[in-house]
T-cell receptor, first 111, second 116 residues
Framework: GEDVEQSLFLSVREGDSSVINCTYT??????LYWYKQEPGAGLQLLTY?????DMKQDQRLTVLLNKKDKHLSLRIADTQTGDSAIYFC???????????FGTGTQLKVEL | GAVVSQHPSRVICKSGTSVKIECRSL??????MFWYRQFPKKSLMLMAT?????????EQGVEKDKFLINHASLTLSTLTVTSAHPEDSSFYIC????????????FGPGTRLTVL
């Protein structure tokens, strides 16, 4: 399958912005997603973007998509301690409904 | 989005026994349900995709006779781990999709399986 890569760890101070990056390899992706997973829990869908969009903003979350570089990012403004979790990006390829998940980024928010 | 539950949330069993995990879509008719497995500090690995009333489609390397999936209704899918062994210990998560929510997947809270 295609590889979806993320950096493993990110640490930020409370109140700062966090930027979590993701690179994917399949140019036929139709949708790209960001999920949040807290310890011992399932995945919570945060937001998603259609592949013909460059940017999507939803309250504190901003998703940027660079199709040319196959790069997706999630910016969390005013990061709070409750944002500490693992964040997964995922891509959905055209014609199917399966998701390929990234390796996950552990976000730690420090006071 | 859809609200998804899993039962049990945690199960410990002896080696050689079978364990059934339920995934319920509480407020949405899920034509498609997915089963994932997650190892500690790892990403999710898709095990199988099931459409209501049809046989599940298993991913390469997943033994269909060991991981039995039933999707008998639009709100319930079950995963049975047969003759469980310690290497089957993992976090199992289901997700649902379909209808107006066909472009997204909504996940259950997961089931922690420990095989002694």
């Amino acid at each position: 399958g295609e590889d979806v890569e993320q950096s493993l760890f990110l640490s930020v101070r409370e109140g700062d912005s966090s930027v979590i990056n993701c690179t994917y390899t399949d140019s036929s992706s139709t949708y790209l997603y960001w999920y949040k997973q807290e310890p011992g829990a399932g995945l919570q869908l945060l937001t998603y973007i259609f592949s013909n969009m460059d940017m999507k903003q939803d309250q504190r979350l901003t998703v940027l998509l660079n199709k040319k570089d196959k790069h997706l990012s999630l910016r969390i403004a005013d990061t709070q301690t409750g944002d500490s979790a693992i964040y997964f990006c995922a891509e959905k390829m055209g014609g199917g409904n399966k998701l390929t998940f990234g390796t996950g980024t552990q976000l730690k928010v420090e006071l | 989005g859809a609200v998804v539950s899993q039962h049990p949330s945690r199960v410990i069993c002896k080696s050689g026994t079978s364990v059934k995990i339920e995934c319920r879509s509480l407020d949405f008719q899920a034509t498609t349900m997915f089963w994932y497995r997650q190892f500690p500090k790892k990403s999710l690995m898709l095990m199988a995709t099931s459409n209501e009333g049809s046989k599940a489609t298993y991913e390469q390397g997943v033994e269909k006779d060991k991981f039995l999936i039933n999707h008998a209704s639009l709100t319930l899918s079950t995963l049975t781990v047969t003759s469980a062994h310690p290497e089957d210990s993992s976090f199992y998560i289901c997700s649902v999709s379909g209808g107006i929510l066909s472009d997204t997947q909504y996940f259950g809270p997961g089931t922690r399986l420990t095989v002694l």
